[in-house]
């Protein structure tokens, strides 16, 4: 398995979804990694050579990946957390940040359904 990032994408997949293992990168910038490191996108993990996947990880290395946007991600959540700002307030009580209903969904959000006594009459 290659390494890179510090995560092991796995072998038997093309490397355009292979990359798309690693936080922070989808499918478009992936083909437009291995278009910058002049990679084939059908090629699988495990065929890469030395040279191609080193000249992946250098392109990998230009954007924010792994530890750095998980770590950029939970300060901007935090920082709007702490100034109280709509958003912020809906991190805080663990209800959906981006406008869903929350009357009859929402429970990824808000957690296993509460039961409510005598509610029936």
Do not use: C, F
């Amino acid at each position: 398995m290659a390494r890179i990032k510090g995560v092991e994408v796995p072998d038997n997949k093309r490397i355009e979804i292979a990359l798309t293992y690693i936080y922070g990168i989808g499918r478009s910038l992936s083909n437009q990694i291995l278009k910058d490191a002049k990679v084939d996108v059908n090629k699988r993990a495990k065929d890469l050579d030395n040279d191609e996947l080193s000249r992946i990880r250098d392109e990998v290395n230009k954007y924010v990946t792994e530890g750095d946007l998980r770590r950029e991600v939970n300060m901007n959540i935090k920082t709007k957390m702490e100034i109280n700002s709509y958003q912020g307030v809906r991190h805080k009580k663990g209800l959906p940040v981006r406008g869903q209903r929350t009357n009859r969904n929402a429970r990824t959000r808000k957690g296993k359904g509460k039961v409510v006594a005598n509610k029936k009459k």
